[in-house]
């Protein structure tokens, strides 16, 4: 019997060819090689990848989708990522040696039949990304990412964060064997997501300002110092979240939905999986294209006032503000990108208030999942799309959930203890949420006292109960 170490080293770690390039998505002026920043030498936008190997003389995409099936069988290290299962639509790292991974990817499509029954949309899907190792969608793109950061040979790998891509982060960067410089703004991301910073050895800074800040604050470190940058604005990043849409489509056997709905911040993620989208449709993998729509904040929302105030030509940054942290973003990064996959996919974009997301979270919630706040936009924004009538019922739809829920325990307990909107300008309005939470009780240890609990919580909710 091989020992694990040599299986996981086994047949299945073979790599394509490094092929790969970079293309500015402003000038598209193509490089074989991109500076600190990542941004264009001619004009200054960002890069994305592409690989001449990804064309449909060279990849078949029959072959390809059952070669991708198998390796789930497969228990060499690559084939058990479910980032580098697919690593034909990957750039390729030098050797199999390089790459960084913690078994990243292969997260669950459920169905979520009450949402359903509520919604009237019968298919609707939710992705779970927040089920990935460190508990967000930030995983699947820092394993290709960390995986050239080492390749490049750097001691020091560092992020501007709301939180998860700090978490993702800093794990991968010790899985690495490298450093991590980690720059959040004080007193506006959960402790869970610091805590997971902190315990993978992060140098961790809390600076005085908002998440924008400490972005600009990186784009100007990595320029003077040799820390390589780990924000979504790194295209190594957005090629490792793709991998999210190729996975959701083999889980459909490659029906596409109508609909994908996923939250926006920064807005990598709605630019990964839209890049994924297209080069599928151009490599004959499906047939025709699903319409990815965003979703933000009402508080954090550049992009909606972006495309309703400028056509998507220019960014209209807002001074961002939400209870969902990891969404609180007021000047995207990744907005160019955004624009053009929302363009091609036909998609919305849309927001929701806070109330909207608080109720959201608490549906997926009892859906026996749950999630962040973030990702209960794609819910709450589902419903909005239906009154628009730009979704209607009989379509597919999956919400992409980004964040896992343990990622922000304190919205959580506020909301159930009905405190989340007290002394805010959504007091009143929160007062209809009343039948959504779940408030822990404090009894005496007694017997009758937790038989009366019960029975009250009988006649308060007789319908869940016999469910
Ligand atoms: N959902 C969650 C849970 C997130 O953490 C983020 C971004 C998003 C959605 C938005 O994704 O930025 O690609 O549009 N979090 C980043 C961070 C900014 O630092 O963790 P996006």
Known sequence: ???????????????????????????????????????CAQCGNLLEITDPAWNSSSLDAAALKSVWRDRRASNAMLDRSGVWRFR????????????????????????????????????????????????????????????????????????ASTGNTSASMAAYAARGGMRSLVLVPDGKISWSKLSQALDHGALTCQLRTDF????????????????????SINPFRLEGQKTLALELLEQLDWQPPDHIIVPGGNLGNSSAIGKALLEMRDLGFIPRLPKLSVIQAEGA??????????????????????????????????????????EAT??????VSEPEIAQAKAEIGVEGIGCEPASAVTLAGLKKLLRQGFVIREETVVLILTGNLLKDPDFTMDFHRGSLFQGTAHESESTQLKRFRHPPVVLDATLDA??????????????????
């Open 1 to 39: 019997m091989p020992s694990a170490a040599a299986s996981e080293r086994g047949s299945g770690s073979t790599l394509p060819q490094v092929t790969y390039c970079f293309r500015c998505i402003g000038c598209g002026s193509v490089t074989h090689s991109a500076a600190q920043d990542f941004r």
């Open 212 to 231: 924008d800040g400490c972005l600009r604050l990186l784009q100007q470190l990595v320029l003077r110092a040799p820390v390589y940058q780990l924000n």
């Open 346 to 351: 036909g998609g919305a974009c849309e927001q």
């Open 301 to 342: 929302n550049a992009l909606v006032r972006t495309m309703r105030e400028a056509g998507g030509k220019r960014l209209v940054s807002v001074q961002a503000e939400t209870r969902a942290t990891a969404i609180r973003i007021g000047n995207p990064a990744s907005w160019e990108k955004a624009v053009k996959v929302l």
């Open 88 to 159: 034909e639509l990957l750039p390729a790292p030098a050797s199999p040696q390089q790459v960084v991974t913690l078994r990243e990817g292969n997260t669950p499509l459920y169905e979520l039949p009450q949402a359903s029954h509520s919604t009237g949309v019968v298919r609707l899907y939710a992705k779970h990304q927040g089920m990935n190792p460190t508990g967000s969608f930030k995983d699947t793109g820092m394993t290709v990412a960390a995986t050239f950061a080492r390749q490049a040979g750097y001691h020091w790998v560092a992020c």
């Open 450 to 467: 937790v038989i009366q609990a019960l029975e009250q919580a009988e006649k308060s909710d007789p319908a869940h109960s016999n469910a």
